[in-house]
């Protein structure tokens, strides 16, 4: 019942958002890209995902509130298997290796929007890896660090009062080590971004525009469900 409530709000109040996001997004890229609208699209996205994790907490707390012990520790254990997971995934190897592996991830990524990439996008992508901090050990540190917030309001039975705002403000009282490397990380991440979008071919750019006008389109349909 909680998730089709999430469900409807979220049909209701968030996807005509998205509808405008997107539409609002194909004119930017079809104009060029700047450095203003990537930090648009940036700021943009993390305001949709703090009110629809607000909006999921709000629902979530009821529940939340009455979990018996062996139920929170239940959760625990789940979180556990996913930091493990977390490790293998983005911590494990030497740091050479992990920064191929995300120059890989990258240029996939690149492709899935604008097709394959030509010889000189792909070197782009592999110095933007080389450049760029790697954050995980940060990032895993700072996924801890909220997941402890969360089970202590749960063990507390502070849901209601509590866990809106703070899933809201996942952000909140992050180490300035991780503020700053995330903040390195961004620059380079727009600067590659840049440099792709001025090197896109008309072909490359009309896949990526058609892209942007399905999912403005599809967002359309599902919030007239």
């Known amino acids: 019942e909680r998730i089709d ?4 709000w979220h049909r209701k109040n968030a996807l ?7 539409t609002e997004a194909s004119s930017r890229f079809a104009d060029g890209l700047s450095r203003e609208d990537l930090v648009w699209g ?10 629809s994790l607000r909006k999921a907490g709000e629902l979530a707390a009821p529940l939340l509130d009455r979990l018996k012990p062996d139920q929170v520790a239940q959760i625990e254990r789940r979180l556990a298997d996913e930091n493990r997971k977390f490790y293998r995934d983005n911590l494990r190897g030497p740091e050479r290796e992990r920064r191929r592996k995300r ?20 070197q782009r992508v592999r110095e933007y890896s080389e450049r760029a901090p790697l954050v995980d050990e940060l990032r895993d540190r700072d996924r801890k660090r909220l997941q402890k917030d969360v089970i202590a309001i749960v063990r507390a039975r502070e849901a209601r009062a509590k866990l809106p705002d703070r899933v809201a403000n996942w952000d909140r009282g992050r180490e300035l080590a991780y503020v700053a490397a995330l903040e390195a990380w961004r620059e380079q991440y727009f600067a590659l971004l840049l440099d792709i979008d001025r090197s896109l071919t008309p072909e490359q750019r009309a896949r990526a525009a058609a892209h942007l006008r399905r999912y403005a389109e599809e967002f359309e349909a599902l919030a007239a469900r």
Do not use: M, N
Request: hydrophobic residues 40%.
């Open 5 to 8: 409530e999430f469900h409807a």
């Open 103 to 122: 120059a890989r991830l990258v240029g996939d990524r690149l492709e899935d929007w604008v097709g394959k990439l030509t010889q000189a996008q792909v």
């Open 16 to 22: 005509p958002k998205y509808v405008k996001l997107a």
């Open 42 to 51: 940036y700021d943009s996205l993390r305001v949709q995902a703090r009110e």
